[in-house]
């Protein structure tokens, strides 16, 4: 029982905090600027505001050395993400609530892994990763079925009748108190595993943690300063955005030991998804699909962990992305409905921490970090057809970008967004290598005792 309900509670929190950093209310920088300054990107935006919950789950993961204060914080992460969500508004205020909510709930949670029972350390962060990764990968089809943000394209705006705001996320609020619920029932059952952790943390990790988020915001501003048509959305936005990628994967390098392996599966996944989109047409069979593989995989993954082989799959499916831009294809659809959830799942859980559950402490940031990262994906086309004839309805100096995604239909913007993602992952192949070289600091050395 303990074990299954640590299964729900780690994914379904996981999940919801995941999708909560990636999926934000739209913000009022979502109309790129191509005139005038943009100085309001670095606080209105959604790297901005991702990076504020990555920088609360840093906090939380650092701070908090018993397992009551991670269920204590993840608690409250989740119960504030149900009070936000239910009263929805795209108040600056309230994005910033949601973000900071989510990786509260996310440190929390790593904090009660990391302070539990050592036997299921390894199953519970596989079951958080799992969780990481179905939120990042559903928020778009989730959106799609539940708030139906792209079943009007964008450019008919101006033809629509205005709405007051935001609908209710009620599948947030579900999972959410889903969430509270297991999380609530695996702390009552599981008391007698309860146990202090260090106070102390590596100076590299949290540097890290607050690094990478930081750097995204200001790459996201630069890429918005040097925006001055739209031909520049295809051509750079995505060389400054990996960038981050690149520092992400110098961070996991700086971390002891092997702590940084989970950086890596955040790097190899952010790259993917950002040039093999999941596309599978119905939206309900497009969720019951990611949620099937996300959790095959990340079974594999804890059973088989062998992260090389993850990024072989997650190459695999970039090339048949390649072949076929368009996604005219079976084959290459089936790529990127099956095998972008499997393989991403896969990488992330083979990278999380095994035997020194310590390590989870670390993996806290580089999850909430993956939706700074992935805030910079915007520069990735998106087939639609006609889009720019229809360019001057947005106004004047600017132009919608949706939710984060650019409509510009290139064969050159998928195959360099390819090209590149495939160099990230051969490049967090090449870190990995590095990485599990180094031997594992044991539980009871200078970065892993527990606290007296």
């Known amino acids: 029982m303990h074990r299954f309900l640590g299964l729900v509670a780690f994914a379904l929190g996981g999940a919801v905090a995941t999708l909560a950093l990636t999926t934000p209310t739209p913000s009022s920088s979502e109309s790129v600027q191509i005139v005038g300054a943009r100085w309001h990107v670095l606080y209105d935006s959604p790297a901005a505001t991702a ?19 991670g269920v204590a914080a993840a608690v409250a992460g989740l119960v504030t993400l149900v009070v936000v969500g239910a009263t929805p508004s795209g108040a600056l205020l309230a994005r910033y609530t949601t973000t900071v909510a989510a990786g509260v709930a996310l440190g929390g949670l790593c904090v009660m892994i990391v302070a539990g029972a050592q036997q299921h350390g390894r199953l519970r962060s596989t079951s958080l990763a799992a969780g990481a990764v179905l939120g990042y990968l559903a928020g778009q089809p989730l959106r799609q079925w539940w708030r139906g943000e792209f079943s009007t394209p964008r450019r008919y705006a101006d033809y629509l009748p205005h709405t007051s705001g935001p609908p209710t996320d009620w599948v947030l609020i579900a999972g959410a108190v889903l969430a509270i619920i297991a999380l609530a029932a695996l702390a009552t059952a599981t008391r007698g595993e309860s146990r202090r952790i260090a106070r102390t943390w590596s100076v590299p990790a949290i540097v890290v943690g607050l690094v990478v988020p930081v750097a995204a915001v200001v790459a996201y501003w630069i890429f918005r300063e040097s925006v001055t048509s739209i031909d520049d959305l295809a051509s750079r936005s995505w060389a400054i955005g990996y960038v981050v990628l690149a520092l992400a994967l110098v961070g996991a390098l700086v971390l002891p030991g092997r702590s940084g392996l989970a950086w890596v599966g955040v790097v190899a996944v952010v790259a993917s998804v950002a040039a093999a989109h999941v596309d599978g047409g119905d939206t309900t069979v497009s969720l019951l699909v990611i949620a099937a593989m996300v959790v ?4 594999l993954g804890h059973w088989r962990p062998v992260p090389l082989v993850g990024f072989a799959v997650l190459l695999v499916v970039l090339l048949a992305r390649g072949f076929d831009a368009y996604d005219t294809e079976l084959w290459a659809v089936a790529a990127s409905v099956f095998g972008l959830p499997l393989a991403s ?13 310590q390590h989870t402490r670390t993996a806290a940031p580089a999850l909430a970090a993956l939706a700074s ?4 994906s915007g520069g990735i086309a998106k087939s639609d057809h006609g889009w720019v004839s229809y360019l001057p309805l947005t106004g004047a100096g600017s132009f919608s970008t949706g939710a984060g995604y650019v409509d510009i239909d ?9 090209i590149l993602s495939g160099i990230s992952l051969l490049a967090c192949a090449v870190v990995t ?3 599990t070289r180094r031997p594992d600091l044991e539980p009871g050395t200078a970065n892993d005792e527990e606290a007296r």
């Open 410 to 418: 290139t064969d050159l913007t998928v195959t360099t967004a390819v």
């Open 373 to 376: 990262l992935a805030a910079l």
């Open 433 to 435: 290598l590095l990485i």
């Open 296 to 299: 095959a995989g990340a079974l």
């Open 345 to 357: 799942a896969y990488t992330m859980a083979s990278l999380m921490p095994g035997r020194n559950v």
């Open 51 to 69: 990076a504020a919950g990555a920088i609360a789950a840093v906090v939380v993961a650092a701070l908090l050395v018993r397992r009551v204060d």
